[in-house]
Structure formats: structure tokens, C-alpha cells
């Protein structure tokens, strides 16, 4: 094991020095760089090479696809982490778990959620992304796309009941779209969830259409307005951290 991690602490030293040359550095360079005798540096480089992680041009190393994925992954997880932290902090400010999801690829994806063990979130006891007709995070994001995306998506997660309360058809949820008023919030009463109120706001996020929400058990339902004006108040400050989800 300690051969293992040695061999695996010069590959990173390696990757690094590699790293700091835009352009490229031959393997002696590297070597040296990396405090490593030239036998065991050429054989880790062509290890790296092999797995990608190196590429040889014109006789010099540079950094290889799966490099970047490396590195991609570093800087997604540090975007998700940002996320929730600024989740976290709205919703201390509101008192509600609180969600942020955007309109991808044709589909409602939630990005993250922060709840409490005495405020727990919404269970998604029904895909989010099938029933988004029903929620507020989902009328929300409908409400920012075209008639030509909206009827894309009724195309794939037809209209239909999911509690007594949820909006009898399509053209009942068209008329309540078209009548929102922009940058208003969206609210829905156990449409999704019996015993759940919930609340959305729609957040600016380049061409991409996003919404935070919040949601808190029926018999709370008469904060809801308030909490979701507090939530409104709190997002500006934060929106630049937010917008880091789109990349994710």
C-alpha cells in the first residue's frame, strides 16, 4: 500500500507540473519539476498518457481530456456546494425548507433542496419532473417558456390529476398561466401534496428558465405569503451564487 501511494503522489506531482505549462513540457522538464528520477518519470507518463489524463504533441506532455473531467468535477462540486449553502441561508431568513430547480434539456430538474428535521421538505412521492402541472415550482418554470416548449412538455407529462386539487386539464392550466402576472409569485394549495401548501418565484438566470420555492404544512398555509415575500427580498443578494446551478 505505501508503494501505491507513493507511485499514485508522484502521478499528481507529475499532472501538476504538466498543468502549469500551457503549452506543454517534455518529459525531462517534468522530471525535474516533479523531483522525480527520469526512468520512474517516463514510466508514470506514459501510464498517464495511456489513461488520458497526459497527452504527447511534438514531443511534449499536456493535459488530457480525462484531466479536464478531473478538474470539471472539482468545479461542479464546488458550484453544488455554494448552492446549498446560499439554500441554507434563505432558509434560516424564511423559516420554510426551501428549493431551487430549473427548466434543462425539456425537463424540471430540482438542483437543490434545504430543509430541517422540524421543517422537512415536500416528499417527492410523485416524479417532480412528470407532474410539474401540479406543483409550484413546475407552473413557475411552465409560466417562463414559450407555447411552442410548454406544448412540448404536455406532450411528454400529459395534464392529470394528482390530488383532488390539482388543475382539472390543460386548458384550466393554460388560462391560470397566461393569467400570472410576471415575476409574481406562483402558489398552489395540495395540488401535489395533501396536507402541503407551497410557494415559487421565478429567478432570472440568463435564457435559462429557474424558480426558487418553499413549502410548509397546510395548517401554516396563512405564512405562506409572507415567507415567500421574505424568500423574494432574500434572493437578490444571493443571485449571482445561484446562477453557478445553471452549469451544474
Given at each position: 500500500m505505501p508503494t501505491l501511494i507513493g507511485s499514485v503522489q508522484r502521478a499528481l506531482r507529475l499532472l501538476e507540473a504538466a498543468g502549469s505549462h500551457r503549452e506543454g513540457a517534455p518529459a525531462k522538464q517534468l522530471a525535474r519539476e516533479a523531483g522525480l528520477p527520469l526512468p520512474t518519470a517516463y514510466h508514470l507518463l506514459r501510464t498517464l498518457t495511456h489513461e488520458g489524463y497526459l497527452r504527447r504533441e511534438s514531443g511534449v506532455f499536456v493535459l488530457g481530456a480525462a484531466?479536464?473531467?478531473?478538474a470539471g468535477g472539482g468545479l461542479q462540486q464546488k458550484r453544488?456546494?455554494?448552492i446549498l449553502d446560499s439554500l441554507a441561508h434563505f432558509r434560516d431568513a424564511v423559516g420554510a425548507p426551501v428549493y431551487f430547480a430549473v427548466y434543462r434539456e425539456g425537463e424540471i430538474e430540482?438542483?437543490?433542496?434545504?430543509?430541517?428535521p422540524s421543517s422537512p421538505a415536500c416528499e417527492e412521492w410523485a416524479d417532480f419532473r412528470a407532474t410539474g402541472h401540479?406543483?409550484?415550482i413546475g407552473q413557475c418554470l411552465l409560466g417562463q417558456l414559450d407555447e411552442k416548449a410548454r406544448r412540448d412538455h404536455y406532450a411528454r407529462h400529459p395534464v392529470e390529476a394528482v390530488t383532488p386539487y390539482t388543475v382539472a386539464d390543460l386548458r384550466s392550466l393554460e388560462d391560470r398561466l397566461g393569467a400570472m402576472e410576471?415575476?409574481?409569485p406562483v402558489t398552489e394549495r395540495q395540488e401535489y401534496?395533501?396536507?402541503?401548501?407551497?410557494?415559487?418565484?421565478?429567478?432570472?438566470a440568463g435564457n435559462?428558465?429557474?424558480?426558487?420555492?418553499?413549502?410548509?404544512?397546510l395548517h401554516q398555509q396563512g405564512r405562506l405569503l409572507y415567507a415567500v415575500d421574505r424568500l423574494r427580498s432574500e434572493v437578490g443578494a444571493l443571485l449571482n451564487t445561484l446562477s453557478f446551478s445553471i452549469s451544474i
Open positions: 484531466a479536464g473531467r478531473l453544488r456546494s455554494m430540482v438542483v437543490g433542496v434545504s430543509d430541517t401540479a406543483h409550484a410576471r415575476m409574481q401534496a395533501l396536507g402541503t401548501v407551497c410557494a415559487a418565484i421565478p429567478i432570472t435559462t428558465a429557474a424558480a426558487m420555492a418553499i413549502s410548509l404544512p
